[in-house]
C-alpha cells in the first residue's frame, strides 16, 4: 500500500526495460519501494532491469509482457496480480519510436508502431485496470509524449499512437474517479536517451533522470497530468495554436 507520506511500495511495469521505467525505479526504490515487477520481453535488456533495481535493494522479478499478444492481457494481469498481490503502481512504458520515413510509406510497419503505442497497451491498460479496481486503491502512470497534442507531419506516425494513448488515458482516469484508482498521463519532450540516440535534441530536450523525478513526484501528489520539462506545458499551450503552415514545417 501506498505509505503514510505517499510512497509507493509496489510497481509493475509494462515495458519492463524502458529506460525511462528504470529512471523511476530508481526514484521508487530507495523511497522503500520493495516489489519491483519488470514486465517485458524477455532479453538483456530486461535481465539488466532486473539487476539495476536489485542493485537498489528491490526484490525485483522479471515476467514475460508482450504488448502485442492482446488475446493474453487478461491472463497476464490474472496472474501478475496473483503472483505478487496488489500493486501501487502500475507504469505503462513500452513503445516504440518507428521510423517516419520508412512508416508513412509501409503500412505494416505504421501500424505495427500504432499497435504498440496505442492498441496494444491501451487494451494492457484495460486489463490492468479492472484488477485496480477490485483491489481498490492505486496510481496508473502512462508514458504519453508531448508528440500526442498535436500531430507533426514530422513524425505523425508516432505522434498520431501518442494521441490515440493520452485520449485513451484521459477517458480512463474519467471512468476510474471513485474507485480509489487514479491516472497519471506524463507528456515529456524530447528526452536523451536511448530512443532518441542520434537524433538532435530538440528544444528543452530533458534527461531520463528528469523525468523519473517528475514521476517521481506526481505519484505523491496524485497528478492527473504531468509535463517534463514542466516549462512544456505552456510551450505547447501555444504550440498548438500555431497556424498549420508553420506547424508543418517543423522539424522532426
Ligand atoms: N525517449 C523519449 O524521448 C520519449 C519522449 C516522450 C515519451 N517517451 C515514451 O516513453 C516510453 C518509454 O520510452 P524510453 O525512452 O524508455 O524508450 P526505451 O528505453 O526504448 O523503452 C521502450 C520499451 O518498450 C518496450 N517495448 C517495445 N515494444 C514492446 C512490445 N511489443 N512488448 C513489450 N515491450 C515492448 C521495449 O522493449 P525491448 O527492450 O524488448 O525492446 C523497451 O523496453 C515510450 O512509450 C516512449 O514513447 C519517450
Same mark, same amino acid.
Given at each position: 500500500?501506498?505509505?503514510?507520506?505517499?510512497?509507493?511500495?509496489?510497481?509493475?511495469?509494462?515495458?519492463?526495460?524502458?529506460?525511462?521505467?528504470?529512471?523511476? $525505479? %530508481?526514484? @521508487?526504490?530507495?523511497? !522503500?519501494?520493495?516489489? =519491483?515487477?519488470?514486465?517485458?520481453?524477455? #532479453?538483456?535488456?530486461?535481465? /539488466?532491469?532486473?539487476?539495476?533495481?536489485?542493485?537498489?535493494?528491490?526484490?525485483?522479478?522479471?515476467?514475460?509482457?508482450?504488448?502485442?499478444?492482446?488475446?493474453?492481457?487478461?491472463?497476464?494481469?490474472?496472474?501478475?496480480?496473483?503472483?505478487?498481490?496488489?500493486?501501487?503502481?502500475?507504469?505503462?512504458?513500452?513503445?516504440?519510436?518507428?521510423?517516419?520515413?520508412?512508416?508513412?510509406?509501409?503500412?505494416?510497419?505504421?501500424?505495427?508502431?500504432?499497435?504498440?503505442?496505442?492498441?496494444?497497451?491501451?487494451?494492457?491498460?484495460?486489463?490492468?485496470?479492472?484488477?485496480?479496481?477490485?483491489?481498490?486503491?492505486?496510481?496508473?502512470?502512462?508514458?504519453?509524449? $508531448? %508528440?500526442? @497534442?498535436?500531430?507533426? !507531419?514530422?513524425?505523425? =506516425?508516432?505522434?498520431?499512437?501518442?494521441? #490515440?494513448?493520452?485520449?485513451? /488515458?484521459?477517458?480512463?482516469?474519467?471512468?476510474?474517479?471513485?474507485?480509489?484508482?487514479?491516472?497519471?498521463?506524463?507528456?515529456?519532450?524530447?528526452?536523451?536517451?536511448?530512443?532518441?540516440?542520434?537524433?538532435?535534441?530538440?528544444?528543452?530536450?530533458?534527461?531520463?533522470?528528469?523525468?523519473?523525478?517528475?514521476?517521481?513526484?506526481?505519484?505523491?501528489?496524485?497528478?492527473?497530468?504531468?509535463?517534463?520539462?514542466?516549462?512544456?506545458?505552456?510551450?505547447?499551450?501555444?504550440?498548438?495554436?500555431?497556424?498549420?503552415?508553420?506547424?508543418?514545417?517543423?522539424?522532426?
Amino acid at each position: 500500500m501506498i505509505n503514510a507520506v505517499g510512497r509507493p511500495q509496489s510497481i509493475l511495469v509494462l515495458g519492463g526495460a524502458s529506460e525511462l521505467a528504470g529512471a523511476v $525505479v %530508481a526514484h @521508487l526504490v530507495p523511497e !522503500r519501494c520493495r516489489t =519491483v515487477v519488470l514486465a517485458g520481453r524477455e #532479453g538483456p535488456r530486461l535481465d /539488466a532491469a532486473v539487476e539495476a533495481a536489485r542493485s537498489l535493494g528491490a526484490e525485483a522479478t522479471a515476467v514475460q509482457f508482450d504488448v502485442n499478444e492482446v488475446a493474453g492481457h487478461a491472463a497476464f494481469a490474472a496472474d501478475v496480480f496473483e503472483r505478487f498481490g496488489d500493486f501501487d503502481v502500475v507504469l505503462a512504458a513500452a513503445g516504440v519510436l518507428g521510423n517516419q520515413e520508412v512508416d508513412e510509406h509501409d503500412p505494416a510497419a505504421a501500424a505495427a508502431v500504432m499497435q504498440a503505442n496505442y492498441t496494444g497497451l491501451a487494451a494492457a491498460l484495460l486489463a490492468v485496470a479492472d484488477r485496480m479496481r477490485h483491489q481498490g486503491h492505486g496510481r496508473l502512470v502512462v508514458l504519453s509524449s $508531448v %508528440a500526442g @497534442l498535436r500531430a507533426r !507531419r514530422a513524425n505523425f =506516425v508516432y505522434g498520431s499512437s501518442k494521441a #490515440g494513448l493520452d485520449a485513451f /488515458a484521459q477517458g480512463l482516469g474519467d471512468a476510474l474517479v471513485g474507485t480509489g484508482v487514479g491516472v497519471t498521463i506524463v507528456r515529456p519532450g524530447f528526452v536523451v536517451g536511448r530512443m532518441t540516440d542520434g537524433m538532435a535534441p530538440a528544444p528543452f530536450a530533458t534527461t531520463p533522470e528528469q523525468v523519473g523525478a517528475a514521476v517521481s513526484r506526481a505519484i505523491t501528489a496524485g497528478a492527473p497530468v504531468v509535463y517534463v520539462p514542466s516549462v512544456l506545458r505552456w510551450v505547447f499551450l501555444v504550440m498548438r495554436h500555431l497556424p498549420r503552415a508553420v506547424w508543418r514545417r517543423l522539424p522532426g
